[in-house]
Structure formats: C-alpha cells, structure tokens
C-alpha cells in the first residue's frame, strides 16, 4: 500500500498542472519566507499539492472538477485538519490569474504559524 503511495506521487509531481508548476516555482528551494515546502507529499491516507511542515500548512489548489467534489474535498481537509494542519485551498483559476494574491495568503499563513525568531530562554518568560 505504501509503495503504491509513493509511485502516485512520483507521478503527480512528474505531470504537475499549470497551477501547480506556477506556484511550485514560488514555493521551491525556501523562495517563499524561507519556508520549506514539499509538493506532492503523503500525509495520512492522502497526497496533498503542497505542504510547509514546519508551519503545519497544507496547500491545496483545485481545478473544475473539485466543484463536484465539495463533500469531499471537505471531509479531506476535516481529517488533515485533525491532525494539525492548516489548510488552504485555491482554484486553479486564482493561481493563474492571481499569483500575487495567492502568494500573499500563504505568507501570512506562515508567519502566523512560524515561532518567534527569537524566544525567551526557559524560565524567562512572563
């Protein structure tokens, strides 16, 4: 079963939309806060588009056909939810057409998730 996950990502990646390429090229190699994301990646029983692990963010973006889908798609994100991700949803359309906006959703995403960049050794605290 496992295997078989990872063979269906592997393949994700290699036939990536134009929505996912736009914003993978965002994404990759920290361009974004810094951040590492990873595309395509197993978490639980699923294959998310994109995932910060160390923001406990998930990024999903959606074509036409998810419209159909909506019941399910909401199960999906109720159960990575649960499981302490964050989860942001695009339409393919608004990453095309909107990168800008889209990018600035997930960075606020981020910095509210990361830690302060400095804290306060144990015990110093208030």
């Given at each position: 079963m496992?295997?078989?996950?990872?063979?269906?990502a592997?393949?994700?990646?290699?036939?990536?939309?134009?929505?996912?390429?736009?914003?993978?090229?965002?994404?990759?190699?920290?361009?974004?806060?810094?951040?590492?994301?990873?595309?395509?990646?197993?978490?639980?029983r699923?294959?998310?588009?994109?995932?910060?692990?160390?923001a406990?963010?998930?990024?999903?973006?959606?074509g036409?056909?998810h419209?159909?889908?909506?019941?399910?798609?909401?199960d999906r994100?109720?159960?990575?939810?649960?499981?302490?991700?964050?989860?942001?949803?695009?339409?393919?359309?608004?990453?095309?057409?909107?990168?800008?906006?889209?990018?600035?959703?997930?960075?606020?995403?981020?910095?509210?998730?990361?830690?302060?960049?400095?804290?306060?050794?144990?015990?110093?605290?208030?």
């Amino acid at each position: 079963m496992k295997r078989m996950h990872v063979d269906r990502a592997r393949g994700l990646r290699r036939n990536m939309t134009d929505a996912e390429q736009l914003l993978w090229r965002h994404l990759r190699n920290r361009h974004l806060t810094g951040s590492k994301f990873r595309r395509q990646h197993e978490i639980d029983r699923y294959i998310v588009d994109f995932v910060c692990p160390e923001a406990n963010l998930i990024v999903e973006l959606d074509g036409g056909q998810h419209a159909e889908m909506m019941a399910v798609d909401a199960d999906r994100t109720r159960r990575l939810e649960s499981l302490d991700y964050r989860v942001l949803r695009f339409w393919n359309n608004d990453v095309l057409m909107n990168i800008e906006a889209v990018l600035e959703v997930i960075l606020e995403a981020v910095a509210r998730a990361a830690p302060h960049p400095s804290p306060l050794p144990r015990g110093e605290r208030e």
